[in-house]
């Protein structure tokens, strides 16, 4: 089973900038989509970016547009989720996710459509 290793979490400050990466575990894995989740204490999980990986489509959470922005290094089979102006309410575990490449559907909000899951990276904004 592939597994994807998302990283580059960390504590910063409001305002400032992280940028989170994902790449698979094997180097020959395919997906239709990747993006990223996240979880903030005591509430569910949400859709956060995806990216389509055949042509770069993206799609964003309102909450996030115009500061967030997802992209991918084909060539690393790596996807980025670059996060400037950071604000407390970001504050979350950041997952990230891959879709089945028979998966063809866009975009791609659900939980549920989402096959591959990293092990979440912690992003903390302190005010």
């Known amino acids: 089973q592939v597994q994807l290793v998302d990283s580059g979490g960390g504590l910063v400050h409001t305002g400032d900038s992280l940028r989170l990466s994902c790449a698979p575990s094997e180097p020959t894995f395919r997906s239709h989509a990747m993006g990223w989740f996240r979880q903030a204490p005591g509430k569910e999980r949400e859709f956060v970016a995806a990216?389509?990986?055949?042509?770069?489509?993206?799609n964003y959470a309102e909450s996030v547009k115009g500061r967030f922005t997802i992209s991918r290094d084909n060539a690393k089979n790596t996807v980025f989720l670059q996060m400037n102006s950071l604000q407390p309410e970001d504050t979350a575990v950041y997952y990230c996710v891959a879709s089945d490449y028979r998966y063809t559907i866009w975009p791609i909000i659900a939980e549920a459509s989402y096959k591959y899951w990293g092990q979440g990276t912690q992003v903390t904004v302190s005010s």
């Open positions: 990216i389509r990986v055949r042509d770069g489509l993206t």
